[in-house]
Every structure is written in C-alpha cells, then in structure tokens.
C-alpha cells in the first residue's frame, strides 16, 4: 500500500510535536510537509524547534530536515500533499478561514482546532461512538462546492 503525503499545518507547536510523534513510521502515512509561522518557515523542523520540543523522545529523524513552509501558502502546499492535520494555533476566526481555505484547495483537513466544532456540516468524529457523522462531509462539500476538499474536526481534550 502506498503512503498518503501527509502535511502537519503548525507542526512546530505543542500540538503540532505531538502529530509529529504519533505518525512518525506509521504504516499509511508519510510525513512529507510541514508548515508554520513565516518565522519559521525555511527552517529545519530541527533548527524551528530547537530548545522548545516538549515530547519525551527525540525529534524524528524522518522528519528533522525537512524545510518548513508558510502555512499561509495554501495553493503551494495542496498540491504538494494528500491532506493535512491541522494544528495551527492563530484567533479562531483565522483558523477558520484558513483551513476553509486549504478544503477549498481540494485539500482533505482534519483539524485539532476549535474553530469548525459548530459549523453545521463539520463532523467532529469520535470514531467509536459516532462514524456515521462523516456523511455530513457530502453537504459540506455541495456547501463549499469541491470534490475532494473538506474539514473534518476532532472533538476537545475533555471527550
């Protein structure tokens, strides 16, 4: 099976290591992107955490050179990736639109952000308790007018 290219949008803060760790050799995903701040951009993943990873393992090799690029360069990044994992830390607002803006890219996002947990046609899935809720995807889609393109969120820490 080939691995879908993954992009981590604010993959140098907390929660952004944290989608680092976890999908480090994963079987169906490559990490071949990651985006943050434009401070950050051009960086290492390496040199753009330097003395603020916050996981107890070391940063991953697979993923310690990669160059970081500007989150707020949608078009560039969609077509460079499958989907993202969304964990940019910007006002709500923001978040909103920028993510809309990478599901208007026909870029599949799944947010750990807030900022679509009440947007109607937004599943927030617990796939244990709620799978049925990814059919809110195709009026979502009609909504936003795309084939691919979507967000789909997490729900919060407290679920």
């Excluded at 976890?22 to 401070?39: C, E, G, R, V, Y």
């Excluded at 070391?58 to 360069?73: E, Q, S, Y």
């Excluded at 006002?91 to 993510?99: D, F, H, Q, W």
């Excluded at 208007?104 to 807030?114: A, D, F, I, L, Q």
Aim: proline share 4%; hydrophobic share 40%.
């Amino acid at each position: 099976m080939e691995k879908l290219r993954v992009g981590i949008i604010g993959g140098t803060g907390m929660v952004g290591q944290y989608f680092v760790s976890l999908l480090q050799n994963h079987p169906w995903f490559d990490i071949t992107l990651i985006a943050a701040s434009k401070q950050s951009s051009g960086k290492t993943y390496r040199e753009a955490v330097e003395g603020r990873w916050l996981m107890d393992r070391g940063i991953p090799t697979g993923v310690a050179d990669i160059k970081i690029r500007d989150a707020l360069d949608v078009k560039e990044i969609s077509e460079d990736v499958d989907f993202v994992f969304s964990a940019i830390s910007l006002e709500k607002e923001k978040t909103a639109l920028l993510e809309m803006k990478y599901a208007r890219c026909e870029t599949p996002v799944v947010s750990n952000n807030s900022a679509h947990r009440w947007t109607q046609d937004v599943p927030m899935v617990i796939p244990e308790i709620n799978p049925e809720h990814i059919h809110a995807i195709v009026a979502q889609r009609r909504r936003i007018k795309t084939k691919r393109g979507f967000i789909a969120t997490k729900p919060n820490c407290s679920i």
